[in-house]
């Protein structure tokens, strides 16, 4: 049983509180998948799409021929909590590290922080995923070190553990990290950081800052 | 996160003249189909991800939502994540001193398979996500009375979910009497007409979820005889007018909790600067 009469706002101001984009709940319907197409919080069932969340409704178009994308967006800590997904840029902090594998706990996905940090989601970079040529002479203590901010893709879910992430990217890596005298390190090139205080150099495996 | 209490407004419209149905009247004054005052509040517990406190009548419920957050148990590697719903009550929620872990485990026995199809736990893979509810008084109604704490808390949460589905209970028996009208229909009794007419055995009582936008009934569950077809299209017929009311009521809470917590934001911003 279907409600045909359910009203969708078509203007671009809440009425009730005229400063946010029209609110929406669970459940209500907020277009045809003939006019958009779905984004994030929002599914559909039956040719219509509806929010799973409570936000404002958000319309955009690109600059591609295709529909415009409708997705229920939050700002703030308010905003709907975050699970990894494949695809998925992260940060994750390293919390271990052994020839093979580096071990560590997901931090943000997508800009997005995880609000709920009691059992942290836990992911791992195989030596393979490190970077993508000569991947033979990977040494990882040259790469990564523990307590280091890595941005990285998530390539799989992984095992029962943990989600397989890939730094094997020109602008993924390590972010930031501190040197052994404790200061932060500064970026030189691909495979070497400075201390900001000593000058002293250490090699890690760096994400290409964005301009 | 905060918390952003919500007390709807009385309706404009005068209530309905009261219809007898042939019973006395209730204890509390109200008719046979009213509902008793409602009230909620979600972010009571700002630790959660989400919560939401639902009060009908005397009767409290409380609902906190945690994660989703990675399954402590290592074997599972599902696509799908899992909902766990706990459920308690509060030492001194009831008059009298008897154990409550059947009945709690009853309760969360039936939540647990309404929330895990109302949730959507594909979008939540390889996760848990924890809901706990405390029922802090028990006056009659606790079942739905939880189910719409949790509801509330879940939306409050940001989870994905299909619709807004609220639940209440409704009761319907046959009273001897010279008229031709003598079944009376009840809605949301409290715990002293619960244990004066649920004792008397020939009562039907029926919990009902519903989606509130979609109107699909979500959730269902029923015991006595329902006596005949007509009844069960009564109190479904009911249960979805009193579900739409609260759900309308629900949508609107969350709508102002959502721009309360905006609202906020740049507030803090400018007093800092």
New interface residues.
């Given amino acids: 049983?279907?409600?045909d009469e359910?009203r969708v706002p078509e203007d671009e101001q809440?009425k009730?509180?005229p400063?946010?984009l029209p609110?929406v709940?669970?459940?209500?319907?907020i277009g045809h998948v003939s006019a958009y197409r779905a984004g994030a919080?929002v599914?559909e069932?039956r040719g219509h799409l509806?929010a799973?969340?409570?936000?404002e409704k958000l319309i955009e178009q690109d600059d591609s021929n295709q529909l415009p994308v409708v997705s229920v967006e939050?700002?703030?800590?308010?905003?709907?909590?975050s699970?990894p997904?494949t695809g998925a840029t992260v940060l994750a902090q390293v919390t271990r590290i052994s020839p093979r594998r580096v071990d560590c706990i997901i931090l943000s996905v997508e800009g997005r922080p995880?609000?709920?940090t009691?059992?942290?989601?836990?992911g791992i970079i195989r030596l393979q995923d490190v970077r993508p040529f000569e991947i033979d002479q990977i040494d990882m203590l040259e790469c990564f070190r523990p307590t280091d901010i890595v941005k990285a893709k998530v390539v799989s879910?992984g095992?029962?553990?943990s989600?397989h992430l890939s730094t094997a990217e020109q602008d993924l890596g390590v972010v930031f990290a501190k040197s052994t005298s404790g200061h932060p390190l500064v970026a030189l090139k691909w495979n070497e950081m400075e201390c900001s205080k000593t000058k002293e150099r250490e090699p890690r495996k760096v994400a290409k800052p964005s301009d | 996160m905060d918390a952003a209490t919500y007390r709807p407004l009385p309706p404009d419209v005068p209530p309905a003249p009261t219809v007898s149905f042939g019973a006395a009247e209730r204890s509390d004054g109200r008719t046979n189909e009213d509902v008793r005052d409602i009230e909620m509040q979600t972010g009571p517990i700002s630790s959660a991800v989400g919560s939401a406190f639902f009060q009908i009548g005397k009767t409290k419920a409380l609902s906190a939502v945690y994660g989703p957050r990675q399954s402590m148990r290592q074997a599972r590697t599902s696509s799908s994540g899992a909902v766990n719903i706990d459920l308690k009550f509060a030492p001194f929620a009831v008059p009298s001193r008897t154990s409550m872990a059947e009945r709690e485990r009853y309760l969360v026995g039936m939540l647990s398979e309404a929330f895990e199809s109302i949730i959507l736990v594909e979008r939540y893979a390889k996760s848990v996500i924890d809901i706990t509810c405390i029922v802090l008084e028990d006056d009659g109604g606790v079942l739905s009375a939880c189910f719409n704490a949790i509801s509330l808390a879940a939306a409050h949460a940001g989870l994905e979910m299909t619709d807004i589905v609220t639940a209440t209970s409704l009761y319907c028996m046959e009273v001897p009497s010279d008229t031709s009208q003598n079944v009376v229909y009840l809605s949301d009794l409290t715990a002293a007409e619960e244990a004066c007419w649920l004792s008397s055995g020939q009562c039907t009582e029926m919990h009902v979820g519903i989606a509130t936008s979609g109107s699909s009934i979500c959730f269902l569950h029923g015991t006595g005889s329902l006596l005949n077809p007509t009844c069960a299209e009564q109190l479904l017929g009911r249960a979805e007018e009193i579900c739409r009311a609260i759900g309308k009521e629900m949508r609107a809470c969350l709508k102002a909790a959502y721009a309360a917590s905006q609202n906020a934001a740049p507030a803090k911003t400018t007093a800092t600067e």
């Fill in positions: 049983m279907e409600v359910q809440d009730d509180f400063q946010l609110l709940t669970p459940g209500e319907r919080g599914y069932r509806y799973s969340k409570v936000g939050t700002a703030g800590l308010s905003g709907s909590p699970v997904f995880i609000r709920d009691s059992n942290p989601y836990k879910l095992d029962s553990r989600f």
